[in-house]
């Protein structure tokens, strides 16, 4: 069966490292998105993906980036780890704008 | 800007009563897509609903159905019948050209 996993599950890490969190997905979906979750303020768009090459930026992108060198991953890159980006994060994707978005377990990332 | 509200943080509804979770969106697209997914408390993001804006007849899925007023940019989720599995946080999503999601509603469901 088809699926979208993240990996790690959990991390811990210290203030000023860089992370990356993977997303790989077996759906052969253009569309790919990152989102957090924090309480009181939903999912947040951090940045998405049409396809290979492209990245676009969400409504909080800063101190993230992405880079799509295939269909199938989409990595999210925390430049230097800061405690404002303790969250819970997941990843998705899509066939298209109208169609169902299948999303990862999560990765709850704790800066410390 | 496109932007998603749901002003209800929190809901209750008694098991087999009717609620309805309300949600409004801006966009200044004419073609868009909206969408009403559940996370219950293993995290796991499950889609409920869907519904095409060019469509003026209101989706339905079993006991979960929508009403959706395209002028007034509103897209209320209705739950019957509800039952103790549909405890869980409800958000409403649009997808223009991308998916977009509201700050959610937690339901609860009282035996």
């Known amino acids: 069966d088809a699926e979208i996993t993240q990996s790690p599950r959990h991390k811990i890490t210290e203030t000023g490292r860089q992370v990356t969190l993977a997303c790989h997905q077996t759906?052969?979906?253009?569309?790919m998105f990152w989102y957090r979750q924090d309480l009181g303020h939903g999912l947040r768009l951090i940045h998405y993906?049409?396809?290979?090459?492209?990245?676009n930026k969400g409504e909080v992108s800063d101190g993230y980036s992405v880079s799509r060198s295939n269909t199938e991953d989409l990595p999210l890159t925390l430049e230097s780890a800061a405690s404002s980006q303790t969250s819970v994060y997941f990843c998705?994707?899509?066939?298209?704008?109208?169609?169902?978005?299948?999303f990862g377990q999560g990765t709850r990332l704790t800066v410390v | 800007a496109q932007t998603v509200t749901q002003s209800q943080p929190e809901m209750s509804v008694q098991e087999a009563e009717t609620v309805t979770l309300s949600c409004t969106y801006d966009?200044?697209?004419?073609?868009?897509?909206l969408f009403w997914y559940k996370q219950p408390p293993s995290r796991q993001m499950i889609l409920v609903i869907r519904?095409?804006?060019?469509?003026?007849q209101n989706a339905t899925e079993n006991r979960f159905s929508v009403n959706f007023q395209k002028a007034a940019k509103s897209f209320s989720l209705k739950i019957s019948d509800s039952q103790l599995g549909d405890a869980a946080m409800y958000f409403c999503?649009?997808?223009?050209?991308?998916?977009?999601f509201g700050t959610g509603t937690r339901l609860q469901v009282f035996p």
């Open positions: 998705a994707s899509s066939e298209a704008s109208w169609t169902e978005a299948f």
């Open positions: 759906w052969n979906h253009n569309n």
């Open positions: 993906s049409y396809g290979v090459q492209d990245t």
């Open positions: 966009t200044s697209e004419s073609d868009y897509y």
């Open positions: 519904q095409e804006a060019y469509k003026q």
């Open positions: 999503a649009h997808n223009t050209d991308k998916l977009i």
